[in-house]
């Protein structure tokens, strides 16, 4: 069986993958329409909880407010396809979310656990040693290689650089009294209703971050 883009998202993406099978957002994605109409005017907090990092470091995990998710969910499906335009002309990143080693995702039978535990779909597996080859291919014939390690990356990250990742910080700085929907804007409102409203980390868990 196949997944859409719309069940890999809210069915499989909302709630993070370090909670125990008993957690499920089945009923959430039934019935997620309905939350589109719930009136939006507070900010919501996201329910945190930690997880093991290392020996000596615990990672956060943060799940938003589903009537706030759901916003961000619903314009990632209405925009999917400018968002996968965008990824897959990115030539600075390994990863692609609408892609995995040239297929679809949607031709994957990607989070199914039933059918995952039949074994019989076409798995989606780890592509790290994969990737580890491509930098080592990209960096042969260089004299230094930088690397960067970035801690609590998700909770570093500046909302509004969303918006300067889609059209440029200038841009987007001389557009700050402008009212528009462009996709970055956009895209950073609805990250920080998930999150308070703060401009500082966006929730670790959701597939949407």
Known sequence: ?????????????????????????????????????????????????????????RRNIKIPNPSKQIHLFNYVLSMHKELESRFSNNRHSLSNPFYYLGERYEDISVFNVPLLREKKPKIVKSTYIKNLKDKMKESMGYKYCYKLDLANFYDSIYTHSIEWAVIGREEAKRNIRVKNDNLGKRLDELVRGTNSNETSGIPTGPFTS
């Not at 890999?8 to 709630?15: A, E, F, I, N, S």
């Not at 008993?22 to 507070?42: A, C, G, H, T, V």
């Open 1 to 57: 069986m196949k997944l859409n883009i719309e069940e890999q998202l809210v069915k499989y993406g909302y709630l993070p993958e370090q909670l125990p099978p008993i957690f499920s957002s089945e009923k959430f994605f039934e019935n997620y329409r309905n939350l589109l109409d719930i009136p939006q005017k507070n900010p919501c907090e996201c329910v945190s909880f930690t997880i093991s990092k290392d020996d000596q470091s």
